[in-house]
């Protein structure tokens, strides 16, 4: 248990300091520290040694060098109890630091501040067993009463902790700084020699997907999705709602989507979102109960009415007007979450582990327009065919894989998703439709991934869909051309594949 009678403290986050300093001061530790520290302890009438009285050498090189010392290094590594290591303390007038406080300046705010004491913060917790390091403010308090009931001393488990958690602090720093300068090469490879994840916890979750897992949240995720009422966000409500929020930036009009299990039951689009909630739920309203609504406008009043008349686990816009918040806040245990960011511009990887590794790739940001459509058959689209390709195709890329979309302009019709084939999911859909009560007839088509045969197409066709929209790709293009050119159907080739797995 290391004996605490001398502390070197220098920090960027200066959280709880002078209160720490002060319950340091009242157990008789003597306090060394450098720069702005010094200034703020010096200022809240605490007594302090500057590093420069120690080392009798000023700080150089605009603060750049100043712990850097071996009057520093050498109270910092040396170990209690041995022999040498206290003869060469005594010959070269050394004297011990039992406790470390540091922490680093945020780099990825100030790029390369001045002064981090990164080599000080390592080289002390690796002498753990000897020394108190300290990066945590929230620390503080508990240390203090610590030492009150131990007589100065900290347990070896507490410093193991600490160790730790420099360990975890530097490391994050160091990611960050790699990251930086991956960035600053200007290569076509989007993928760093190492990837780094540094990732902060922000909270424990209840459980994962299923009540037996454990879960936390990484990252700063509270900061793009603000929850504004509810209970906490489930490890499933984060995944559905992000899958809410990302497939509604799709669209620059008005738009709501349904989620349940990252699936849309329905996504409808119009000049109000009350009208466009109406669409979405019209495709499936059956499987709406206890879903996900998402959208892409800050959400009215007429809205949020209508949305209010069914059971939803969350809902999540860019905005919540007091009148619509007041509303919706009555149901105390429904979430509301305020979308921050527009997704659109965020250049993100998926991530996803196996055993052994991580697979990473960048996201599916690829929208298409008509203009990046090859028209493969006789017939061609008109131009409300078109129109209602690209809305269903833009939905396709969001539901699981095989994935077929029946859409109109403005709405999806039917939706099958997750079949092992591809023509299950073309009846799944169409049997939605009809569940719902809705007529495929004159709806576009739109396939995830190209059809392997022509019966895919022939269940669409049956349904009653006059035009398809698919990556193409296939060995029996010609086939499948061909079988839309005896049905009569106009067909689009993206060369471009939406699979979700």
Known sequence: ?????????????????????????????????????????????????????????????????????????????????????????????????????????????????????????????KNFKHKVVIVNPDRYAGIIEEMRTSNNCVSYATCFSLAREVFRHTSAYDSVISNYLDKLEKTADPFPELFHLSLRKEHDLRYGENPHQRARLYGNFNSLFQKLHGKELSYNNIVDLTSAANLTSEFDEPTVAIIKHTNPCGVGSGKTLGEAFAKALATDSKSAFGGIVGMNRPLDLEAAEKINEIFTEVIVAPGFPEPVLELLSKKKDRRLIRLAVDLRALATFEIRSVPGGILVQEGDRTRLTKDDLNIVTRRKPTEEELKAMLYAWRVAKHVKSNAIVYARTDRTIGIGAGQMSRVDSAKLAAWKATEAGLNIAGTAAASDAFFPFADGLFEAVKAGSTAVIQPGGSIRDTEVIAAADDNNIAMAFTKVRHFKH
Do not use: W
């Open 1 to 125: 248990m290391p004996l605490i009678r001398r502390a070197l403290v220098s920090v960027s986050d200066k959280r709880g300091l002078a209160d720490f300093a002060k319950g340091l001061r009242a157990l008789n530790v003597e306090i060394i520290s450098t720069g702005g520290t010094y200034a703020l302890l010096k200022e809240h009438g605490i007594e302090v040694t500057s590093v420069s009285e120690v080392t009798s050498f000023p700080e150089i090189l605009d603060g750049r060098v100043k712990t850097l010392h071996p009057k520093i290094h050498g109270g910092l590594l040396a170990v209690s109890g041995n022999e040498l290591h206290t003869r060469q303390l005594q010959e070269f007038d050394i004297e011990p630091i039992d406790m470390v406080v540091v922490n680093l300046y945020p780099f990825e705010q100030t790029i390369a501040r001045n002064g981090v004491p990164l080599a000080m913060l390592r080289a002390a917790a």
